[in-house]
């Protein structure tokens, strides 16, 4: 088949079920197809009539209406090499992966069901107890609470045939709008944003996989049926990047770096990004693919179903030997491009899980053969230069016309230009560049899509709103990008300190989930582990931690410039004083208000910063107690997202510092507290030297929740007056010599011992008894401390920081 040929094959195989999605809003399909029987377009094939009448009005081409219409039954097809292809395809996408139910399901009633609740490494649950029922609302996708799973009965709409006229009217007038032939990846934005919640099959199988999902993966694999000349008609590709940590916190002189350092870690954090992006897009370009081959890039990690060819297979191993080599050359062995490839049968792609697991194997290895098949020199060469001329962050020479360092500089912008982008756009002759590393891709942030030669496209930043006319590809991205901004400004980590109540520090929340490698290749049920569900999957978990987790962090906000009114209904007022890189000083007031107005809601700003976000993970900085609350907003909304499913868990690691410690040092404090926390049984968080679950347990064990509300109502009996700063001082005394020798046991022969241990009950109760000045203060004191004292120190070292008076 020629490019033309394959290109049609790939938009037909991305709309080979887009008649589903018009037949169940009631609207009928081309009277054309009036007389065609079940012998015509197949068993189950009936939805092929409203996909080829899609194409027909808003997309004409005889050839992929063709292919539409008879993937059912490719022999009645004009082109049955081509319909046979899609057919095939559309069954190792999904066929395998469907789940007969006993009872025929109704189109009409019923959504999308979560696939987060199957998951299970329980055999006994997944088998013997059903999944509770979790269903999305039919609506478009964006960042917000109506991409979370509800119960059934919260749809509150048992006749689905309105919502799906409602959405499908939205999506075929965006489609109308699409040149002909379309660019593929617009098209494949605009199902992501209208099919997310739409199932792909319903009257037979369990509606669990998004209608997105499966065409993607469909297109994909017909992609490589298509053009493979195999027996193994699939190569599994998969990218890791490896040293991330060390090159965005990897600083020479800490103490010479610390200007504008917020920005510059945000900076190369996104640069990373784009550099896996820049990979990616250099294999695609290599090999003629389209967006869906590219089945995800997220967190340093991509993975591409490519066809299998000796051609591909060489180019490849080329691509990654010159990006490592120029690596090597650049970096000096910082980053390392682990690259693995797998050729695959069809059976392969059916179970796809299994196959993963053994590429991330074959990915693995690699990581431990760094550089192997680069030229490495072990003879000194290049220049001697004075320390003065490097670059105290990075190490770099600095230009010796300007005394600027050229990467910092680049990594700076980013920074800068992260928090006001509103569009990604990706082409040729762009700033953020990767020819030293011989990639041909170059990108740029701008809040505006301009008018450039040699732009390929265009993605909305955290929007699923995108132009769609034109040539141009068009689509969205996620994108973690809170940053406190005042105008243009980003402000420095001794900014956000300030906003920290009481002990002016930071806090760096390290998280990501548990047992992740597990979920993806043992998580499902056997049968049910191939390519869609394990795509839908990723989509999922890239939504939430790339795009939802903004929304988190926006429940946090501060306000600046508040006209008089909303001053004086404040309830609290942070002056900050600062001085910028030519001396010159700043001064800045800052306000909390519960509900400011309209024009004074618009100047707001939220106290985090997402240095990273994505796949699973997160590092997020902002003031030390706001990020103690954001890291259990985090858990909560992450249990609720997946359902509470007991096997889907988060960890975090919460460190807090002065913002004077170089943060790479904090940051490695929180990758330390976040180790602890999976090596003491997951599913916890560690901060104040304290491993904590996030939930109390039966065994009277305490957890963060219960803790947090403790500590907040001893900060405010102390700051009342209630108790004195003395009694909260005493608990901790009392504590350390009832439980300090537990250091070093194992977590759970501390709790246990924590909660068996009573030699301090008589001790506490003449000191409560001592400070409290009413029979009833004393009863409320005992309900409040009592219960939680072997976990007393979360709440002490909380009201401690919160209270304390600093210099300034």
């Known amino acids: 088949m020629d490019e033309t040929e394959i290109r049609g094959l790939v938009i037909a195989a991305l709309l080979h079920d887009i008649g589903k999605f018009m037949q169940r809003t009631g609207v009928p399909h081309d009277p054309r197809y009036d007389r065609l029987t079940g012998e015509d377009y197949g068993q189950h094939g009936a939805h092929a009539k409203w ?35 899609i057919q095939d395809a559309d069954h190792l996408s999904s066929a395998m992966d469907r789940r007969t139910r006993e009872s025929k399901g109704k189109v009409a009633e019923e959504p999308l069901e979560s696939i987060f609740p199957s998951i299970s490494f329980t055999r006994e649950r997944s088998e013997k107890t059903p999944p509770p029922e979790r269903v999305y609302p039919l609506k478009p996708l964006s960042i917000s609470r109506d991409a979370f799973p509800v119960s059934r009965r919260e749809i509150d709409l048992w006749k689905l045939t309105p919502a799906y006229r409602t959405l499908w009217e939205d999506f075929a007038s965006s489609c109308n709008r699409l040149d002909n032939p379309p660019p593929i990846g617009t098209l494949l934005a605009l199902l992501k944003k209208y099919t997310s919640a739409i199932p792909s099959a319903v009257y037979v199988n369990r509606p669990d996989i998004p209608l997105y999902d499966h065409a993607k993966t469909t297109a994909a694999i017909a992609h490589c049926l298509a053009a493979s000349t195999e027996e193994n008609p699939f190569l599994l ?90 690596l090597l050359e650049r970096y000096g062995g910082r980053l390392f491009l682990a690259v693995g490839m797998l050729t695959c049968s069809r059976s392969e792609i059916e179970s796809f899980s299994d196959t993963l697991e053994r590429l991330s194997h074959k990915t693995g290895i690699a990581k431990t053969q760094k550089f192997i098949d680069c030229e490495i020199s072990f003879e000194p060469r290049g ?167 903004n929304s988190i962090c926006r429940e946090f906000l501060l306000y600046h ?74 858990n909560d909304e992450f249990r609720r997202f997946t359902c509470n499913n007991p096997d889907i868990t988060l960890s975090a690691g919460v460190a807090v510092a002065t913002p004077r410690l170089p943060v790479g040092r904090a940051v490695a404090k929180a990758d330390r507290l976040l180790e602890r926390a999976k090596e003491s049984g997951k599913n916890r968080i560690v901060l104040f030297d304290e491993c904590l679950i996030w939930d109390d347990t039966g065994y009277a064990e305490r957890g963060y929740n219960t803790l947090i509300t403790t500590a907040r109502e001893i900060e405010q009996a102390t700051s009342s007056k209630k108790i004195s700063k003395s009694f909260v001082y005493t608990l901790l005394v009392l504590w350390n010599q009832t439980f300090d020798d537990l250091k070093s046991c194992s977590i759970e022969e501390e709790t246990k011992e924590r909660i068996r241990r009573k030699r301090f009950v008589p001790y506490l109760k003449y000191v409560m008894k001592r400070h409290a000045k009413t029979r009833d203060d004393l009863e409320s004191l005992e309900r409040l401390v009592q219960p939680v004292f072997p976990w007393i120190r979360f709440p002490v070292y909380w009201t401690s920081l919160r209270l304390r008076e600093e210099r300034r």
């Open 383 to 549: 220049e001697n230069w004075p320390i003065e001329g490097c670059c105290p962050s990075c190490g770099e020479r600095l230009e010796p016309e300007t005394g600027r360092c050229q990467v910092c500089d680049l990594h700076e912008r980013i920074g800068q230009k992260i928090a006001r982008a509103r569009y990604q756009v990706r082409g040729s002759g762009l700033p953020i560049a990767f020819e030293d590393l011989g990639l041909r891709t170059s990108y740029d942030l701008t809040p505006d899509i301009p008018a450039t030669r040699g732009l390929t496209a265009a993605l909305s930043i955290n929007s699923t709103d995108f132009p769609i006319e034109g040539d141009l590809t068009h689509g969205f991205i996620f994108l973690g990008n809170t940053v406190p901004t005042v105008g243009d400004r980003v402000l420095s980590f001794g900014e956000m300190a300030r906003f920290a109540r009481g002990s002016q520090r930071l806090g760096v929340i390290k998280a990501d989930v548990d047992n992740l490698g597990r979920i993806f290749a043992f998580g499902l049920p056997e049968e049910q582990r191939t390519i869609s569900r394990i795509h839908t999957l990723s989509t999922k978990l890239e939504f939430f931690f790339s795009g939802y987790l």
């Open 51 to 85: 996909g080829a009448s899609f194409v027909s009005s808003c997309l004409p081409d005889p050839y992929i209406e063709d292919l539409i219409l008879y993937h059912h039954n490719p022999p009645r097809s004009s082109h049955p090499v081509q319909a046979k292809i």
């Open 561 to 634: 410039d508040l006209c008089a009114g909303c001053r004086e209904r404040a309830t609290r007022k942070i002056s900050v004083t600062t001085t910028d890189d030519e001396g010159i000083e700043r001064k800045e007031t800052y306000y909390e208000i519960e509900r400011p107005c309209d024009e004074c809601a618009r100047k707001s700003l939220s106290p985090f910063y997402i240095t990273y976000s994505g796949g699973d993970d997160l590092l997020i900085i902002g003031p030390w107690d706001a990020a103690i609350l954001l890291a259990g907003r985090i």
């Open 237 to 326: 590709i998969q990218g890791d990047l490896s040293g991330i940590q060390n090159f965005i916190y990897g600083i020479v002189t800490p103490e010479d770096a610390r200007k504008r350092m917020a920005k510059r870690l945000r900076g190369r954090s996104y640069w990373l990004s784009l550099l896996m992006d820049a990979v990616a897009q250099e294999i695609s370009r290599e090999f003629g693919l389209f967006e869906p081959s590219v089945l995800w890039n997220t967190g340093g990690n991509f993975a591409i179903l490519a066809p299998n060819t000796p051609t591909n297979r060489d180019s490849v191993e080329t691509i990654a030997r010159r990006v490592n080599q120029r």
